[in-house]
């Protein structure tokens, strides 16, 4: 059955008063984003509380369905019919007709859930259930009520209009994006940091991304992986700008200066202080990173807090705790470890050293750091005013 309409389900709690209305517009906003995706004609309305797509004319209802389904701060996606609102008699034609339509078989057990928003419908919800469920059995007699677990629920709600539907496509769930703030994440070509930025979105966090590229250590190809990741996750947030750093001079910099089994943290110190320039510049509220506890050197306890050291920002790790199987299973599921596990270097597999230290002491990490104090700053400057930015998704 190609459906003319969909009721958007949005959770309700914690939106109250005027949150309620600033969550609802992100999201009218944000499914307008993922419908300019789709082939087709929509438009995106807000009734009594309410979210409705309307396509008008020919539309492919997959594709449809697999953009909404990325849309944070959908619950649920409801295909339902309309129809003028009409008697007793007439609705429960309408409600036969749906159920002939949409199942093959009519031995199932049912239930009609209605709800009646106009209170001057002259039935109410009770009676709306017993006149509707009477009518479905008279249609179906091998079809049974229950009331407790249904094969399928007939839901009936009146309003300006009546809508009837059966089917609730679960959404991703979350909070629109747009809702909660901005943040930068630190995006490379691996499995991790694509995942966190999509954890954090979810919450409904805006998000750009920074991406440290050391040609010609790095390809060409790692830069278009990084660029085909940010797009992959721009599905889910709308566009992403990428701010794509060249650390080349920087990295040759603290190879030459430092020890080498400190290059990873000096390096990843680095990083920080730039992510955080833009993310100042661009008022992004906090940094985020594909960090887990103890997954490699750089991400033991000791290094984490030798890396935070030089942020002023919050860092949201939203991996921390997660295995590496938990996070490839996400990774999967969002659809971006296809693109990950592609074979390119990104800068920081080309620098380490063979035996980089796992519990960095900050005290000497600072006082290795000194050593860089002649050129550092000039290199970061030239970093950043040379960074490109590219609008993704
Ligand atoms: P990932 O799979 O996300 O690359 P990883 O397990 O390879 O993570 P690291 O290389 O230590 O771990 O990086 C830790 C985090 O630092 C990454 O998740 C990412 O947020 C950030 N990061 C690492 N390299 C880069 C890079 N070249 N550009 C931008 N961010 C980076
Ligand atoms: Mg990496």
């Given at each position: 059955?190609?459906?003319?309409?969909?009721?958007i389900?949005?959770?309700?709690?914690?939106?109250?008063?005027?949150?309620r209305?600033?969550?609802?517009?992100?999201?009218?906003?944000?499914?307008?984003?993922?419908?300019?995706?789709?082939?087709?004609?929509?438009?995106?309305?807000?009734?009594?509380?309410?979210?409705?797509v309307?396509?008008?004319?020919?539309?492919?209802?997959?594709?449809?369905?697999?953009?909404?389904?990325?849309?944070?701060?959908?619950?649920?996606?409801?295909?339902?019919?309309?129809?003028?609102?009409?008697?007793?008699?007439?609705?429960?034609?309408?409600?036969?007709?749906?159920?002939?339509?949409?199942y093959?078989?009519h031995?199932?057990?049912?239930k009609?859930?209605?709800?009646?928003?106009?209170k001057?419908?002259?039935?109410?919800?009770?009676?709306?259930?017993?006149?509707?469920?009477g009518?479905?059995?008279?249609?179906?007699?091998?079809?049974?009520?229950?009331?407790?677990?249904?094969?399928?629920?007939?839901?009936?709600?009146?309003?300006?209009?009546?809508?009837?539907?059966?089917?609730?496509i679960?959404?991703?769930?979350?909070?629109?994006?747009?809702?909660?703030?901005?943040?930068?994440?630190?995006?490379?070509?691996g499995?991790?940091?694509?995942?966190?930025g999509w954890?954090?979105?979810?919450?409904?966090?805006?998000?750009?991304?920074?991406?440290?590229?050391?040609?010609?250590?790095t390809?060409?190809?790692?830069k278009?992986?990084?660029?085909?990741?940010?797009?992959?996750?721009?599905?889910?947030t709308?566009?992403?700008?990428?701010?794509?750093?060249?650390?080349?001079?920087?990295?040759?910099?603290?190879?030459?200066?430092?020890?080498?089994?400190?290059?990873?943290?000096?390096?990843?110190?680095?990083?920080?202080?730039?992510?955080?320039?833009?993310?100042?510049?661009?008022?992004?509220?906090?940094?985020?990173?594909?960090?887990?506890?103890?997954?490699?050197?750089?991400?033991?306890?000791?290094s984490?807090?030798?890396?935070?050291?030089?942020?002023?920002?919050?860092?949201?790790?939203?991996?921390?705790?997660?295995?590496?199987?938990?996070?490839?299973?996400?990774?999967e599921?969002?659809?971006t470890?296809?693109?990950?596990?592609?074979?390119?270097?990104?800068?920081?597999?080309?620098?380490?050293?063979?035996?980089?230290?796992?519990?960095?002491?900050?005290?000497?990490?600072?006082?290795?750091?000194k050593?860089?104090?002649?050129?550092?700053?000039?290199?970061?400057?030239?970093?950043?005013?040379?960074?490109?930015?590219?609008?993704?998704?």
């Amino acid at each position: 059955m190609n459906y003319q309409k969909f009721l958007i389900k949005y959770a309700e709690i914690g939106i109250k008063g005027k949150n309620r209305h600033l969550f609802e517009e992100a999201l009218v906003r944000q499914i307008r984003i993922a419908l300019k995706k789709t082939e087709g004609s929509f438009a995106v309305s807000r009734e009594q509380g309410r979210i409705y797509v309307d396509c008008q004319g020919d539309y492919d209802q997959e594709e449809l369905l697999e953009n909404l389904k990325r849309v944070f701060g959908i619950s649920g996606i409801c295909p339902v019919v309309q129809v003028p609102v009409c008697g007793i008699e007439e609705l429960s034609a309408h409600v036969v007709g749906f159920l002939r339509e949409l199942y093959d078989t009519h031995s199932q057990t049912f239930k009609i859930h209605a709800r009646r928003a106009r209170k001057d419908y002259p039935l109410d919800t009770m009676e709306l259930n017993r006149e509707l469920g009477g009518a479905v059995l008279a249609a179906f007699p091998h079809m049974r009520v229950d009331v407790h677990d249904p094969q399928i629920w007939v839901y009936v709600e009146i309003r300006e209009s009546i809508y009837i539907y059966s089917h609730v496509i679960p959404g991703p769930g979350g909070m629109p994006v747009g809702t909660n703030g901005k943040a930068m994440l630190l995006l490379s070509g691996g499995i991790d940091s694509p995942v966190a930025g999509w954890m954090v979105a979810k919450r409904g966090v805006k998000l750009d991304a920074v991406y440290f590229h050391a040609p010609p250590y790095t390809s060409e190809r790692a830069k278009q992986k990084v660029i085909d990741l940010a797009k992959q996750v721009a599905r889910y947030t709308g566009p992403i700008y990428l701010h794509v750093v060249n650390f080349t001079d920087i990295q040759l910099y603290i190879y030459d200066k430092c020890p080498h089994e400190e290059l990873t943290i000096i390096m990843r110190r680095y990083m920080m202080r730039i992510a955080e320039h833009f993310a100042r510049e661009t008022k992004s509220l906090g940094l985020v990173t594909g960090e887990s506890i103890g997954q490699v050197a750089s991400q033991t306890m000791q290094s984490l807090a030798a890396t935070n050291d030089v942020c002023t920002m919050p860092v949201y790790r939203p991996l921390i705790g997660f295995d590496k199987l938990e996070i490839v299973d996400l990774a999967e599921k969002i659809g971006t470890y296809e693109t990950s596990i592609q074979p390119y270097e990104d800068c920081c597999t080309i620098f380490v050293a063979k035996h980089p230290v796992t519990k960095p002491n900050v005290n000497i990490i600072r006082r290795s750091e000194k050593k860089l104090e002649e050129k550092i700053d000039e290199l970061v400057k030239t970093a950043l005013e040379t960074t490109e930015v590219l609008i993704v998704g």
